[in-house]
């Protein structure tokens, strides 16, 4: 099992400019989470899909953030445009139905210059 | 809106047991325990959950108290590979579709030699 696959690893960008980051979960889970941790926090929810459907994205700053998952497998977060204090790591986690806890994937470390 | 409190570091000698504690005190009846752990520029990993009784397994166990107000992580036998940042959390389900973990800003456990 390949485990959630996140990419890229690392990421730097002038503000107000755009990025995205990229998640894979494990196969057959259903749903899928993105995470921000700011350092020397814990992660905070941004987003959770099931399949293909948003959920619950009330924490997700809907002015500059967006994120899909497009055929309820791959999804995409993305940033536009980009502020100094959107530095972190994001963090995308899956789960299937039932199970006890989250997978998470390593995170991309997300720079703002 | 953080649910637990832990103390932000300790030490524990290889070999030693190590108890890492946490207070969760506001937690509702059906809202789980769970333990994470995350090693540097890792995605935090699943070490175990509860909701009333004590629990095991191959990592760790996990005491909660009968009033359900704090809880004790124990690692038996703590070698260099423990060092992490642990997270004790309340994963919160319920109204409005939500399912999502609250982590806290976590223990930092150092083994040493």
């Known amino acids: 099992e390949a485990g959630v696959v996140q990419s890229p690893r690392y990421k730097i960008i002038e503000k107000k400019q755009p990025v995205a980051f990229w998640c894979n979960p494990i196969?057959?889970?259903?749903?899928l989470y993105w995470y921000r941790q700011n350092l020397g926090q814990g992660p905070e929810l941004l987003i959770r899909?099931?399949?293909?459907?948003?959920?619950?994205d009330s924490q997700l700053p809907k002015d500059r953030f967006s994120a899909e998952r497009l055929k309820g497998v791959d999804s995409t977060l993305k940033i536009q445009p980009a502020e100094l204090g959107d530095s972190a790591v994001y963090l995308c986690?899956?789960?299937?139905?039932?199970?006890?806890?989250?997978?998470f994937g390593s995170g991309t470390r997300l720079t703002v210059v | 809106d953080a649910k637990t409190t832990q103390p932000p570091s300790m030490d524990c000698a290889e070999g030693r047991a190590a108890n890492l504690p946490c207070n969760h005190s506001t937690i509702s009846g059906n809202e789980y325990v769970y333990w994470y752990r995350q090693i540097h520029s890792q995605g935090p990993q699943y070490i175990i959950h509860?909701?009333?009784n004590n629990e095991t397994n191959e990592m760790a166990s996990l005491i909660i108290t009968e009033d359900r107000k704090s809880s004790t992580l124990i690692l038996p036998h703590a070698t260099l590979r423990d060092t992490a940042v642990y997270y004790c959390i309340v994963r919160v389900v319920g109204m409005y579709n939500t399912d999502k973990l609250i982590f806290g800003t976590g223990t930092r456990l150092q083994v040493f030699p």
């Open positions: 899909y099931e399949n293909e459907e948003a959920v619950d």
């Open positions: 509860g909701l009333k």
């Open positions: 986690a899956s789960s299937s139905e039932g199970s006890y806890g989250y997978t």
């Open positions: 196969s057959g889970h259903n749903t």
